[in-house]
């Protein structure tokens, strides 16, 4: 499956999303054993659109999803950790 998500609700900016092949069948599968948290370094202007996406009724992943904002930058590596 692949989808475009707009940035801002601007309909000139948007990202095109590959998922993986079996994504829905994997989380559905997983989020029955497990209590399953998304963190990303994305911003969540990027991130949120895609992540309603592919869980729009939020069962998979509710409100426990982090963002680059909940990250802190490790200025030794030039990365975020989470």
Do not use: M
């Amino acid at each position: 499956e692949s989808f475009r998500v707009s940035l801002n609700n601007n309909e000139h900016d948007y990202v095109h999303v590959n998922c993986r092949p079996h994504l829905q069948d994997f989380l559905s599968q997983v989020t029955n054993q497990y209590e399953t948290h998304v963190c990303t370094a994305a911003l969540e202007v990027y991130a949120r659109p895609v992540l309603e996406h592919i869980d729009s009724d939020r069962t998979y992943f509710g409100n426990r999803i982090y963002y680059r904002d909940s990250c802190t930058l490790d200025t030794e590596w030039g990365v975020y950790a989470k």
